[in-house]
């Protein structure tokens, strides 16, 4: 697969097809044995419908599970990728071998589903701060994803309106209490950071307390993680920042905190439960068979 690319389309095409091709190994085997049961001949018509209120993503993913089977299949979606689709809206139309997209079916829906909500979610999250007075916080994802499937969940908070963090621990630096005291103290492992690793897209140091943010900046910190702060120690963190440094917070965030974090003043509120603790999408598929 190519490098990361800011999830170009050539990008997450090839991300999906390789995802996909993992799935079926998952799935498929060796072969799908129930769809023996039906006439290789027939084709069928599909209908895929969402049963509630969701923002659309996944659409590489499913058609490329599709394609895999039935390489002619035709596809339509009603619904465009990052668009919100409402309940009981028909969102994707298909044609093609019988066969083909019952064994395709599953996988198509697990894709969908997972990534419409992982965007749904994020969407929700900037929704919420889109309109606090004076704010400039974007909604930032984690490394808490699902295990194979981490580049995907990314590409979803994007179509929902945030913005990826790290996409590993190989390109940019988090610095982490054990780290600090590993190294020596606040000062003494941004200095290192900034020698072992200068192809970093990013270093970053997370503290706790106001006296270790001034040492970061001090030290020419250009981004720093907020943990498990107050809203009062947030504002008094901004204005000691003073525009120095990108100020992000973490720890606890949820829909009825994340409005009043974001009108500290902070630049980037990240959250694991974007892509952690999330309940799929409810998709269905309904097929209509017809003569070869």
């Known amino acids: 697969m190519t490098a990361y690319s ?22 498929v085997g060796a072969g799908d044995l129930t769809a023996g049961l039906v006439d290789p001949k027939l084709r069928a018509r599909a209908r895929v419908v969402a049963r509630e209120s969701a923002v659309i993503c996944g659409q590489p993913w499913a058609e490329a599970a599709l394609r895999q ?6 596809i339509a979606w009603l619904v465009p990728e990052g668009h919100r689709c ?15 997209l019952l064994t395709a079916e599953r996988t198509a829906l697990n894709f969908l589903q997972l990534l419409s909500a992982v965007a749904t979610k ?9 309109d606090v007075p004076g704010g400039q916080a974007r909604i930032v994802d984690t490394r808490k994803t699902l295990p194979g499937l981490r580049l995907a969940q990314k590409y979803a908070v994007l179509i929902g309106g945030g913005l990826n963090h790290r996409l590993g621990l190989y390109d940019a630096v988090l610095i982490k209490e054990n780290h600090i005291a590993a190294a020596g103290g606040v000062t003494a492992v941004l200095h290192k950071a900034a020698l ?31 943990d498990n702060m107050g809203l009062s120690q947030l504002q008094e963190a901004v ?12 720890g606890g965030v949820n829909l009825s905190s994340v409005r009043a974090i974001a009108s500290t003043g902070v630049d980037r509120i ?7 603790d999330i309940k799929a999408v409810d998709f269905s598929m309904r097929f209509a068979t017809e003569t070869a």
């Open 6 to 27: 800011d999830f170009s389309p050539a990008f997450v095409a090839e991300l999906a097809t390789a995802d996909v091709a993992r799935a079926f190994l998952e799935d």
């Open 69 to 74: 089977m039935d390489p002619e299949v035709d």
């Open 86 to 100: 409402h309940a009981d809206q028909v969102v994707l139309e298909i044609h093609g071998q019988a066969r083909a």
């Open 122 to 130: 994020t969407s929700d999250y900037v929704q919420a701060i889109c």
């Open 196 to 226: 072992v690793a200068p192809q970093a897209r990013f270093i970053e140091i997370e503290i706790e307390t106001l006296a270790q943010l001034s040492e970061a900046l001090d030290a020419g910190a250009d981004m720093v993680l907020l």
């Open 239 to 250: 204005q000691l920042n003073a525009g120095r440094a990108i100020l992000e917070v973490s």
């Open 270 to 276: 990240s959250i694991g439960t974007l892509t952690k």
